[in-house]
């Protein structure tokens, strides 16, 4: 089993900034991809950003072009920087690692708020 700790959450104001990271122990292999999604009240959980092995990325379409993510150097962390975040950014964000033996692995997630 994979165990992924999330660290950055919290409180900003609309049009501020936040950093998530995650990282990733427990894993012989390589992961096939890390990355986040999140899940606000009375919604599904929904794609915020992947990062895959060959360093290709895949963004929501509500946070492409104010969100990036990337990875450590070791490659079992993964950030996601988060501008312009609006209200509707408030979720509890979850980090996903993709194992190629055992599937998907999930964080216990982190809440985000943004609010004035």
């Known amino acids: 089993q994979v165990q992924l700790a999330e660290s950055g959450g919290g409180l900003v104001q609309p049009g501020g900034s936040l950093r998530l990271s995650c990282v990733a122990s427990g894993s012989f292999f390589p992961l096939n991809a890390m990355g986040w999604y999140r899940q606000a009240p009375g919604k599904q959980r929904e794609l915020v950003a992947v990062?895959?092995?060959?360093?290709?990325?895949n963004y929501g379409a509500s946070v492409r072009g104010r969100f990036t993510i990337s990875r450590g150097d070791a490659k079992n962390t993964v950030y996601l920087q988060m501008n312009s975040l609006e209200p509707e950014d408030t979720a509890i964000y979850y980090c996903y690692a993709e194992h190629p033996r055992i599937g998907a692995q999930w964080g216990q997630g982190t809440q985000v708020t943004v609010s004035s």
């Open positions: 990062i895959r092995s060959g360093e290709s990325t």
